[in-house]
């Protein structure tokens, strides 16, 4: 199974943007779907965006379309959200998270972004 690492995440203002990274380490990251979720206090986690293992298809959250952007580079065992135009109500620890119907699920520790107005 893979083990995730996020970093990427901080202080920014509104209409700002971030990049968030998430490094795998483990065998066959290119096997499993990428994506990331966030979890904003007293909220529960929800989906923000997923690749495919390819990269070649992509899903955003209607909260996000059109704002972020998913990438994956397999070569580096890596995958990132580009978050651009940065809202308030994007503030939430940032989640990567690897899926495989042959492998299983993994979660990284998070990274924390915060959005002031």
């Known amino acids: 199974q893979v083990q995730l690492v996020e970093s990427g995440g901080g202080l920014v203002q509104a209409g700002g943007s971030l990049r968030l990274s998430c490094a795998a380490s483990?065998?066959?990251?290119?096997?499993?779907?990428m994506g990331w979720f966030r979890q904003a206090p007293g909220k529960e986690r929800e989906f923000v965006a997923r690749v495919s293992w390819t990269g070649g298809v992509t899903y955003y959250a209607d909260s996000v379309k059109g704002r972020f952007t998913i990438s994956r580079d397999n070569t580096k065992k890596s995958v990132y959200l580009e978050m651009n135009s940065l809202e308030p109500e994007d503030t939430a620890v940032y989640y990567c998270?690897?899926?495989?119907?042959?492998?299983?699920?993994?979660w990284g520790q998070g990274t924390q972004v915060t959005v002031s107005s």
């Open positions: 998270n690897a899926e495989s119907a042959l492998l299983g699920t993994a």
């Open positions: 483990g065998r066959s990251f290119s096997e499993y779907a």
